[in-house]
Structures are given as structure tokens and as C-alpha cells.
């Protein structure tokens, strides 16, 4: 059975996640900021981490990596299409905001196909849903019906498609294609915000009418 554990960090108000199993054992999903408040919260939990796994590489979602990568020794996974935004501030979109310029180490490993993969002892999906940025994937856990949806799907809303790379088209084709389907009892954890589930988004989401009024056709 694994937990989900959230801390706040960043201008942003990013969600930075572990998802934890029975042992302890974490995965890092999207440390976005405050490295030096990550690393206390994760070693004063006891978790033992396994790996860095990116939904994007928005600055806003990177801005811890390397610090965290080096104090616990871990790699980390980013699709392959933003690799270059870790090295690139103006494609990870730190010099389009009041910050500093972003620069962090290329990721160790890039996903290579989509689909399942296991990562240490988690065992996981990987589902591309561009349309926020580029290379957005999003890590499903079936056994346990959660998603970790970074900025694709937030509590009543979606993600921004006016950054550069966004596409709205793109994005709800995404989400129609990847998470809306998913099991109405899915909890789901976006990058900003609270979480949800499928079911609750389905029926309050002032974007997803469009899924609603197909639902309705199809009956």
C-alpha cells in the first residue's frame, strides 16, 4: 500500500510528492524549490529515496534536483523531450519569471517508451500528456488508484496553455485520452493546488463539459 506526502515549496506553491511504500522506501516526484527544507522533511521522515522522477521540467518543478539527486544519491527521469530544459532557463521559463535563471544536471535516465516501467521496488505507468509543455508525463499507480498529473489537471481547472510550448487542443487531448478515463476513484495530484479524484473532476471541472455532454450522448 503506498502513501502519498506533500510539501509546498517555491513563488509557485509547487507540490513536490514522495510516494512511499510499506518499507519506507520514496520516490521524489518534482522538487521544485527550498532543496535545503526537502532534504530535512525527507530524512527527519525516515524515507529512503529511490529516485527523482519529473512530470516537467518547468523551473518551477526542478529547481531542487541536484541538490536533492546529491544528498541521497538517486537518479532522476525526465522524457526525453525536456531534457534540454534542465540546462536551458529560457526553456525551462525561469528567465520569463522573477527568479533566478534555472540551470540544473542533466537527468540520468530519460523514458525511453511510454508504458510500465519499475523504478527501485515501485512499479509504475508512464503516460505522455503534452499540452501544458511539450514532454508532460504523468505516473500512474494502479494498485493503488493515484495518479501523480503534474499540470495537467488541477482541483477545477487545467493547466496553463499560454506559456511557451503550451497547446489547450493538445491538452485536452491529452487528458481525454490519458486521465479522464481513468477509474472514478483515482485520486488525483497536481503540481499546484489540492488533490482530487476522477470522479469529483468529472462532475464539477467547468472544463470538462465537453466530457459530460459525451457521456450524456453515448447513454
Not at 176 to 182: K, N, R, S
Not at 202 to 219: C, G, I, M, T, W
Request: proline share 7%; with cysteine; charged share 15%.
Amino acid at each position: 500500500m503506498l502513501r502519498v506526502e506533500q510539501m509546498i515549496v517555491g513563488m509557485a506553491q509547487e507540490n513536490t510528492y514522495c510516494v512511499i511504500d510499506e518499507a519506507n522506501r520514496a520516490l521524489i516526484i518534482d522538487p521544485g524549490a527550498q532543496a535545503d527544507e526537502l532534504i530535512h522533511w525527507i530524512q527527519s521522515s525516515g524515507w529512503q529515496p529511490q529516485a527523482v522522477l519529473l512530470t516537467h521540467a518547468h523551473f518551477d518543478h526542478i529547481g531542487a534536483l541536484d541538490q536533492i539527486r546529491q544528498t541521497f544519491a538517486i537518479p532522476a527521469y525526465v522524457h526525453p523531450i525536456e531534457a534540454s530544459f534542465l540546462t536551458n532557463p529560457a526553456l525551462n521559463l525561469s528567465l520569463s519569471f522573477p527568479v533566478d535563471p534555472i540551470i540544473v544536471q542533466p537527468c540520468e535516465y530519460e523514458w525511453s517508451h511510454m508504458g510500465q516501467h519499475q523504478v527501485g521496488d515501485f512499479h509504475f505507468e508512464v503516460v505522455f500528456v503534452p499540452g501544458h509543455s511539450p514532454g508532460h508525463v504523468a505516473y500512474l499507480f494502479a494498485e493503488d488508484g493515484l495518479a501523480i498529473v503534474g499540470d495537467t489537471i488541477f482541483k477545477g481547472s487545467i493547466g496553463r496553455t499560454d506559456l511557451e510550448g503550451g497547446d489547450y487542443p493538445q491538452l485536452m487531448r491529452s487528458i481525454a485520452d490519458q486521465l479522464i478515463g481513468l477509474p472514478s476513484h483515482y485520486v488525483l495530484y497536481p503540481g499546484h493546488g489540492p488533490m482530487t479524484t476522477v470522479a469529483d473532476e468529472l462532475k464539477q471541472n467547468p472544463f470538462f463539459e465537453v466530457f459530460r455532454q459525451a457521456d450524456k450522448h453515448s447513454l
